[in-house]
């Protein structure tokens, strides 16, 4: 039906959007890892750092690309803040409380959006935003290049921290034995904010990555949580790999099936695998035994 | 939410300013005059200035905003001793049911009229909930023709609808086509997925190949669409002489910009009730993408006086130019004529006088008015192009200003 060249190219414009929903999964499946939740507020907070940079932009006419200096580390200082000082007293170590706070939480961010910046679908422009980049016959946009390469970059880098730095380690051990870890002198209340923080952190990179090819509204992050949900569970609950290689493959088939079945039905295939793994594989590629 | 502020805050600011400056000038003058003062005629506009569609929203209560202050300025509704309009402005929001609501507030104001709606499906929905109260509409730009052929008898459409729009794009089409010896066999229709974009698909899926055209494809996106790179690869695989869109603006850009981007060059965009290709926003901002693009589409007739007058009223208020402007500027004019002839606030006489109205003081390249089951007989597009950064007139030659630019690919 299409030639080879146009699926390769389907299957590449897939692979840099994938890149980005990883960065976002990224974020959640480490939450979920470390302190065991499921974080109701990660698109809301998707939404919140994409309006941060879109305002920069529009105020200060800060560059995309150079706002992440500016917006990640203020995106982990407020996971930090939320997780130390909201999320983790009101819940009262009851996982269930978590959820409600979570999803309170979300509900007020976003009604806090729309009440600032109102329902209105904005973009940025900047001048590099429909650049291509020529690869043989291949005309490859340039910011999903740049969102391929940035997302990719920032996995590795979390990968390191994990397993080079001691807070990794500390991390890493928490969420394998929290107790033990207290035993060993480990403040799990600061490691969960920690944890918590890289998480806004990477929704604060995927952002300013997106917005310039991308356009932003209060409810935008939803689109995104959903499909990050279904990478979550393909790539293995928890697992920074599987969210990465997870990401990668759910963009691939979201564009995939959109250029067979139209840009309307082009989501089903998301869906389709998000039922397909979790009646047969239910733990997900690199997920561990239950 | 009816909000009386005007769209363009900086200079509405001004001008509001101004009309209470001149308004307490006007107290201190002449208490006479304000004595006399008959109570106001409201008129509901009803436009969608937030979401998705509100760009356009903010265009059709612009023209509203020029002919509420023309009429005014020209000393009111004569036949009411003189009542001014007052405008009771609605947001609906981008969407059906709070266009829906607002209707309901709109009859809670006591409005004698609702002008406006822009979109189908929203036009749909507020002329049906007004018809409850059997309160006048008038349609400013939605085109889907079962708007006016549900029966409704408190409903009118200045403007064409779909049948009409897609016999005259599909004719002029072949005109071009002919005059430049028959360059375009191919055909690809990208539409959005929506009422207005569906509709208009499909009939001219059914239109084009009865004219010796072949269509390859129909391709459909959401809106708002957030990508629009698989419709362009789609294009390209398939290499047609011509792309139809039927879209609104954010979409249309995007598809435009893709494609350039991807250095697709068919012979010809040839739009049919397009968002964009008749906006000066888009051929300011994107000239590369938006150069030689045709529309068939709503535009006012240039020949007319009033024309330039309601052209340079609307770039004082800081505006680019698109056709709902003159499209609501007529309307409300229209609704003004009828009221006049009722000589009367009461909806079943103003709706009476729009029934038999021949009114001719429009800015539209249309004649005296002719309803017939709420549809002005009359009305009709006509085909633009976007050429040297300026929208032209190409057709009908009756009132083109320009020649067109057919095939675009040497």
Redesign the interface.
Known sequence: M??PA?IF??VL?GLM?GAVYALIALGLTLVYGVLHIINFAHGALLTAAMFAVFALHVAFRVDPYVSILIVTPLFFALGYGLQRFVIGPASHGDDQNILLVTLGLSILIENGLLAIF????R?I?VPYG???VEVGPL?L?QPKLIGLAGSVAVAILLWLFMVRTDTGKAIRAVAKERLGATLMGIDVAHIYAITFGLGCACLAVAAALLMP???VNPRVGNAFVLVAFTIVVLGGMGSIAGALIGGLFIGMVE?VS??LL???L?QIGIFLIFILVLLLRPTGLFGAKA | MTNKTPILSGDADRRTILKGALAGAAIIASPAVLRAQTPTVKVGILQPVTGALAQDGGFGRLGAEIALKEINDAGGIKSLSGAKLEMVFADARSNPEAATQEVEKLNGEGVAAIVGGFASPICLAASQAASRYDLPYIVDVGVSDQIVNRGLKNTFRLGPGFGTVTTAAVTNLVKLNEAAGKPAKTVVLVHEDGLFGSGLAKLMATELPKHGFEVLETIAHPTPSRDMSNVALRIRALNPDLVIPSSYYGEFVLLARTMQQQRIRPKGIYAVLNGAASNFRFVKEFPDAAENVMDCNHWHDPRKAKSAAVMKAAADAGSVWAYNIPLNYSCVKLLADAVEKAASRDRAKIIEALTNSTFEDHIMPYGPTKFVNGQNTGAGPVNTQVQGGDIKVIFPESFANAKPVFPVRA
């Open positions: 299409y030639s146009i190219e389907a414009n959007t109102r329902s209105d679908t973009t422009d429909f650049n291509v005309l946009s090819s991308f356009y564009s959109g250029l139209g840009e309307s082009g």
